[in-house]
């Protein structure tokens, strides 16, 4: 009887925290998502090349009855199709870097009518995030960022986009997982089960206070359509470079001039460390590290303040620190640690003159 009602308990408890219904917060975020439409010239191709072989008798044939047509050589313009998100009610908008990337016209359509022109502020290709701004006669709806930090596995999220070049549309799942890494050093991805389909990039993931935890970027999917696994750029990320993007036009990340590896558990018992942790410094090029004495071989235990698990956790974290910062580095060499102070350059000017990476390791952010 107690184990009766103790399930009837568990049931009305999870009952209680299933929402009836999402239209509340979709009808309160939905004006401030908006399509994106962009318009490219593109360079037609040579055409005959394409449906008979070169030299052939007949590739003269096509290419007058391609030039009678009005196709030729001549550019065209391709559209493409995306979502974003208004972030201030004086036109700031938000997307991805591959929705707007190459276009020459951006037009923004807002969810109660109307259009405008956009345009880019900044893009940070390693994030896959763009700014873009609209000028308005009126304030814009506008929907805030919350922390994706304090996003849950199993939380519910709603997402809110353009799929497939069909409209306005809403989808409801959960978190799946957080903290996934698909290809870039600065990659922190909620995944999720909410739909998302093609157009639905640049569009925003929402909790249940309405807030933005992160940009709808990528799906995992082998046919093109949701199953069931989309990534978002949890939005603590998407933050720190929409800032730097409405400040500066681009992005500033810090920079310590390292290439490193991971330690693995034969190098650490082969040097002494008491744990398998930190970044192995296999190579010191001029840079701020070099000039605070770091040599190839030093293991990087500590970033100003912040314990070092790994390699992709310190270029996270450097990449994270402000341009021209002076910080305290401590290494493992020679069997005890020592305190570097490191001046912080500037990852994108180093970025211009870099040599190309050992095969086997990784460079700092």
């Known amino acids: 009887m107690m184990l009766g009602a103790a399930l009837f308990l568990a049931q009305a408890i999870a009952a209680q925290a299933r929402p009836e219904s999402f239209a509340d917060l979709a009808e309160r975020v939905s004006p401030a998502v908006v399509n994106i439409t962009t318009s490219t010239m593109v360079a ?32 065209r313009r391709s559209s493409a199709l995306g979502s ?14 591959h929705v707007i990337e190459g276009a020459d016209e951006v037009i923004i359509e807002f969810f109660e009518g109307g259009e405008l022109e956009a345009k880019v502020i900044g893009t940070d290709p390693k994030t896959d995030i763009a700014l873009l701004k609209v000028e308005s006669d009126t304030p814009l ?39 996934r890494a698909l ?17 639905n ?18 799906i995992l999917s082998p046919n093109g359509g949701s199953i069931g696994i989309g990534f978002s750029m949890a939005s603590n990320v998407v933050t720190r470079v929409v800032n730097q993007l409405r400040d500066f036009g681009e ?18 018992e082969a040097i002494g460390l008491e744990k398998t942790a930190g970044a192995l410094v296999t ?26 698990e790994d390699t992709r956790g310190l270029v996270r974290t450097v990449g994270n ?15 005890k640690t020592q305190t570097l102070k490191i001046t912080l350059g500037r990852r994108e000017d180093a970025e211009s003159n870099e040599a190309p990476m050992d095969a086997d390791t990784s460079e700092e952010g």
């Not at 030039?67 to 050589?73: A, E, K, T, V, Y």
């Not at 353009?162 to 799942?173: C, I, T």
């Not at 000039?291 to 235990?301: F, R």
Request: charged content about 20%.
């Open 321 to 335: 620190a402000d341009v021209g910062k002076t910080v305290r580095v401590i290494v493992f060499r020679e069997g």
């Open 44 to 75: 037609r191709g040579t055409g005959p090349g394409a449906i008979v072989p070169d030299g052939s008798p007949f590739e003269d044939f096509f290419k007058e009855f391609q030039d009678r047509n009005g196709q030729g050589n001549r550019p």
């Open 201 to 218: 990039s640049g569009g925003p993931l929402f909790n249940m206070d309405g807030e933005v935890v992160g940009v709808n970027t990528a």
């Open 84 to 97: 974003g998100f208004v972030i201030s009610e004086d036109g700031y908008i938000v997307t991805n870097n």
């Open 283 to 308: 190579d010191v090029p001029d840079g701020p590290a070099k000039d605070a004495g770091m040599l190839s071989g030093d293991v990087i235990l500590s970033f100003d303040g912040v314990d070092v």
């Open 141 to 179: 709806a506008f929907v805030p960022f919350g922390n994706s930090d304090t996003a849950r596995v199993g939380d519910w999220v709603l997402a809110v986009g353009n799929p497939l070049g069909q409209g306005f549309s809403v989808s409801a799942g959960i978190v799946s997982q957080r903290n």
């Open 183 to 199: 290809q870039g050093a600065y990659d922190d991805y909620i995944q999720t089960d909410a739909a998302i389909n093609r157009g």
């Open 251 to 268: 992005t500033r990340r810090g920079w310590l001039g390292v290439r490193i590896q991971d330690v693995s558990d034969d190098v650490a």
